[in-house]
């Protein structure tokens, strides 16, 4: 069974840190381009970051540009998001995505398998 795990949310005050992870199982996720998206209350889930595969290409949200940064760890199969300089308007359900082509793509239709989230919540 293919299984996408995140952890690492939690509750923290405004400019503090996070960092998330995202361990994958059931199959091998290594060639696959892997995303962070968040859903905060009342509106719809947005995209955060992408990752190639093998790693070389990045993409951000303009919001979130300059202050997180994804990376991978292949032979974990996982991926990462470091969080920096936290806003209460970073509270979200984070999630993990993975897709079948090794791009960094932003859209949510390119991903095929999602993890169940995990909260983050910024304090002011």
């Known amino acids: 069974q293919v299984q996408l795990v995140e952890s690492g949310g939690g509750l923290v005050q405004t400019g503090g840190s996070l960092r998330l992870s995202c361990a994958a199982s059931g199959r091998t996720f290594s060639m696959y381009g892997r995303a962070w998206f968040r859903q905060a209350p009342g509106k719809e889930r947005e995209f955060v970051a992408s990752i190639s595969w093998p790693g070389g290409t990045t993409n951000y949200a303009d919001s979130v540009k300059g202050r997180f940064t994804i990376s991978r760890d292949n032979a974990k199969n996982s991926v990462y998001l470091q969080m920096n300089s936290l806003k209460p308007e970073d509270t979200a359900v984070y999630y993990c995505?993975?897709?079948?082509?090794?791009?960094?793509?932003?859209?949510?239709?390119?991903?095929?398998?999602w993890g169940q989230g995990t909260q983050v919540t910024v304090s002011s």
């Open positions: 995505a993975a897709k079948r082509d090794s791009s960094a793509g932003s859209y949510e239709g390119e991903y095929m398998y």
